[in-house]
């Protein structure tokens, strides 16, 4: 045998099972080769790959097992030491190779584990994420279909509009099968159904209120489940096949504007509530969640907030109508008011000229009657019919003239006159009816009120004496005062009359008369109507006095054109008034004979002599007859001296007394004497005074005596006026007079 | 109006008192007399009258119970009375007055008390008929003529 180096197999080859080891080695082999490559190629193709050292490491380690087992292939039969040496090496290299790779899958491993944790803790939180991102998702739906159901809502002002809206909003926006809507009746005490989604005239089902699924749904502002079962719920008419899906309620307040408060949110718990309630489809097995029901809620107030401004709309809009109506209206009574004063004024006009006329004739034929001879009854009749359409005349005048104040047509008539007169008149004119109701009328004229002024006399007298008549008509008893003076300029200024500033120059005064009365007052209330036009108040007093109403009316315009103002104080009822008043006046400059009215009272028929200032002397024991004679004469205007006895006459005569006149029939008294003792005083004929004799014989003795003793002239009492005038007034002239009886 | 029947009844009672002769024209000239310068004139005149005739009344009485009557006084005293009532108006006065002068100078005692009877009872009369008349006039004013 020759040595060769081979080697032998340890044991002798089974033909059957080294075939199969040698196939198996080779597939191994091949494998071992394979998943290196496989390796690498994957590797590559990744991305990430941090263990690339270990993969390297590991793909060693299989080439060199892959490498081990095919060398194993040729130590199946025999081989030569070559192979065995390459063997050899290859074991060894894998062997440590591989201890390496032990080594290191030490650390590898818990890593390689380690990334698998993160990576399910990534996916868990990965599956997180969605989820929530799901619900915002839904939630930013839910928010996008409330807004586009709020708007769809709140385009339009119109109550159904915006009911039905909702509804078909709701109903599509949730899949609902039903959405319905149940309104409170008028009363308060049920529910009707007034909406629905799918039917399209809901037929008027009503159900009580106070169900308790009702208050419950009520007494929550969330949406609340329902039972399908409950009356508000069952709008279908329920067959067997059909499993109910589930109702959700909710409660839709309905505001009214009243309700809200400035302060404070308004109180929900008195108010009235509308009943909505949703179905979803039956048979889908779908479930109500958060979300819908958030969106119910939500929308359930924007329809309330919704209903209460179609509500605010519609209350505006019927106010405008109304307004506009008002508005037509009254232009219509305005032009119905202008078109009625102008035939007013029409009418008054003509009426002036056709009442004037009959007017004219009664009084000036009256007046005429009144100049002639007429018994005492006779006169007094005529006087009353005088005075009867005087009245009348100034009613008719005064309705005139309130229609020319009112044109502002009116002017005055100025001009000079006594101030004073005026006053007496009135108080003359007021007298009688005063003192008939027993009252004490007095009047105070103040010191410095000029005597002549320049005004408007008719319409001034008019004015003193409608307030005066007031006062006298307006007390029971008491009294009535009557002041009249010039008004400074700090009196003028009245807390009544603030606007009212007037100057008072060198041309002009302002007289200030005050009627203060003690009768039955005025209310404070009463006290503006009372220069309204024929506004009178109510009391009794005044229906059974007369009057017109418009007196006071009158004479607040009369004032008001002199420039002045007038005002009534009253205490109150019970307490009497006081009526003032202010009208300016003017001061004549100098006060010219010719322009001066002459004395009221002196009637010029007879007597054209004025014995105004002359002086005369009456003697007369008799202190009746005496008085009786100087009132005569003072009437006629003389200015008398008084003297009961001869001494005293013969001591006061003097030549400024143009007649003596005495009383001859005094017995035991020579008024003879006393003539010839006037004679004997005053030699010079034009100094002495004229004797006159008043005697009650007739006889001609008496005569014969006066003439003897130097008399002048013989008067047979009782001397009338006019004979006393005549008488004078002859002498005057003539100095001589002889005879009147 | 109340003024006009106010006037009326004046008027009546004036036309009675004219009637009966108890007033003559001479109280319709005092009435005249009677302006806004004199108001109360004609209540001034009356009234002294009243106080005059009471006193000569009074001096009449005493002056015819004395015993021996001075007829000179009583006579002058009946002279004032007449002159007063003249000069007031008072018809039935005066006459009587006259009668009463008459009798003063026949120096008859019974004449003279029976006229101051009669003076006394006609000057009351006119008294009253006055004050009445007054009082409807009250504080007197224009009395229509």
């Known amino acids: 045998m020759e040595s060769c180096n081979c080697i032998e197999p340890q044991w002798p080859a089974d033909e059957l099972l080294m075939k199969y080891q040698y196939i198996s080695d080779f597939f191994i082999a091949l494998a071992y080769f394979s998943i290196p490559l496989e390796l690498i190629y994957f590797v590559k193709k990744s991305a990430v790959f941090p263990y690339r050292w270990v993969l390297v490491q590991f793909g060693a380690f299989i080439v060199l097992c892959g490498a081990t087992h095919l060398i194993n292939l040729w130590t199946f039969t025999m081989h030569s030491r070559t192979v065995a040496v390459v063997m050899t090496t290859a074991k060894v290299l894998t062997a440590v190779v591989s201890c390496a790779t032990a080594l290191m899958l030490v650390h590898i491993i818990p890593d390689l584990l380690s990334v698998k944790t993160r990576e399910l803790f990534l996916k868990n939180k990965a599956a997180e994420l969605d989820r929530e991102m799901g619900l915002i998702r839904t939630q930013e739906e839910t928010g996008r279909h409330v807004r586009m159901l709020t708007h769809e809502i709140r385009s339009t002002l119109d109550r159904h509009t915006i009911l039905k809206t909702t509804l078909v909003e709701l109903g599509r926006t949730l899949g609902l099968e039903e959405c319905a809507l149940w309104m409170p009746t008028r009363t308060g005490l049920e529910l009707q159904l007034s909406y629905t989604l799918r039917q399209q005239n ?29 009356p508000v719920a069952r709008l279908r008419p329920v067959s067997g096949k059909y499993v109910p899906g589930e109702v959700v309620a909710v409660r839709v307040p309905l505001l009214h504007l009243s309700n809200f408060q400035i302060n404070d949110w308004p109180e929900l718990s008195t108010k009235r509530y509308a009943l909505m309630v949703l179905m979803l489809p039956s048979d889908s097995a779908r479930q109500w969640h958060g979300h819908q029901l958030e969106l119910v809620e939500v929308v359930a107030d924007q329809v309330a907030v919704a209903l209460s401004h179609a509500a605010i709309l519609e209350e505006s809009m019927r106010a405008r109508d109304l307004l506009m109506e008002q508005n037509v209206a009254l232009d219509l009574a305005r032009r119905e008011a202008e078109t009625a004063i102008r035939a007013r004024n029409d009418f008054l006009a003509v009426m002036n000229h056709e009442m004037r006329t009959p007017m004219h004739a009664i009084i000036a034929l009256s007046s005429l009657l009144q100049e002639t001879e007429l018994t005492p009854e006779q006169r007094l009749m005529v006087e009353t019919i005088l005075k009867s359409s005087n009245l009348l005349a100034t009613l008719i005048n005064d309705v005139l003239d309130v229609s020319r104040l009112e044109d502002g047509s009116l002017q005055l008539d100025l001009g000079i006159f006594n101030l004073c007169a005026v006053f007496r008149e009135v108080l003359n004119l007021i007298k009688p009816i005063a003192s008939v109701k027993k009252l004490h009328v007095s009047l105070n004229l103040a010191p410095d009120l000029p005597e002549y002024a320049i005004g408007d006399e008719k319409r001034l007298m008019q004015t003193i004496l409608n307030v005066v008549g007031n006062a006298v008509k307006f007390t029971k008893e008491g009294s009535i005062s009557i002041t009249a003076f010039v008004a400074k300029s700090e009196s003028l200024r009245d807390s009544r009359a603030p606007e009212f500033f007037p100057v008072p120059s060198d041309n002009h005064f302002y007289l200030r008369v005050q009627v203060k009365d003690s009768g039955s007052g005025i209310s404070t209330q009463d006290i503006p109507k009372l220069f309204t036009k024929f506004a009178q108040t109510q009391s009794t007093a005044t229906r059974n006095s007369g009057g017109s109403g418009l007196g006071l009316a009158i004479c607040k315009r009369f ?16 307490k009497g008034c006081t009526a003032i008043f202010t009208v300016k006046l003017g ?26 200032g002359l002086k005369v002397l009456v003697m007369d024991e008799n202190g009746v007859s005496r008085m009786v004679t100087k009132g005569l004469l003072v009437h006629l205007g003389f200015e008398v001296t008084m003297v009961s006895s001869s001494d005293e006459c013969l001591h006061v005569v003097s030549h400024e007394h143009k007649v003596v006149l005495m009383d001859v029939c005094v017995p035991g008294m020579d008024g003879y004497e006393i003539a010839v003792q006037i004679h004997e005083k005053f030699t010079k004929s034009h100094e002495r005074p004229l004797i006159v004799a008043l005697t009650g014989n007739t006889d001609k003795v008496t005569k014969e005596n006066c003439m003897r003793a130097g008399m002048d002239g013989v008067i047979l009492k009782p001397v009338s006026l006019d004979k006393m005038r005549s008488v004078l007034s002859d002498l005057l002239e003539h100095r001589v007079l002889f005879e009147a009886i | 109006m109340d003024v006009v029947k106010l006037q009326k009844q004046l008027v009546d009672y004036r036309a009675s008192l004219y009637h009966e002769a108890f007033l003559d024209e001479q109280f319709t000239q005092l009435q005249e007399l009677q302006d806004e310068n004199n108001p109360d004139f004609v209540v001034e005149v009356v009234s002294l009258f009243f106080e005059d005739s009471e006193r000569l009344l009074n001096e009449l009485a005493k002056a015819l119970e004395q015993q021996s009557i001075d007829f000179k006084r009583v006579d ?64 007197g004013g224009s009395i229509p003529m």
């Open chain 2, 76 to 139: 002058a005293h009946v002279h004032q009375l007449k002159g007063s009532s003249s000069s007031i108006g008072a018809q039935r006065v005066q006459k009587v007055c006259i009668t009463f002068r008459n009798y003063c100078e026949e120096q008859n005692v019974e004449g003279c008390l029976k006229c101051l009877q009669q003076v006394k009872h006609e000057y009351s009369l006119v008294k009253t008929k006055l004050e009445t008349m007054f009082k409807i006039l009250a504080a």
């Open chain 1, 559 to 574: 004032v008001n054109l002199m420039e002045g103002h007038i005002w009534i104080e009253s205490e109150g009822l019970g």
């Open chain 1, 587 to 612: 001061i004549p400059e100098r006060l010219n004979e010719s322009k001066l009215p002459l004395m009221p009272k002196v009637s010029s028929n007879h007597g054209q002599t004025s014995f105004s």
């Open chain 1, 202 to 230: 809901p037929v008027g089902y009503t159900v009580p209120i106070h169900l308790p699924v009702i208050n419950q749904v009520f007494s929550s502002s969330r949406a609340v489940k329902i039972s399908p079962n409950c």
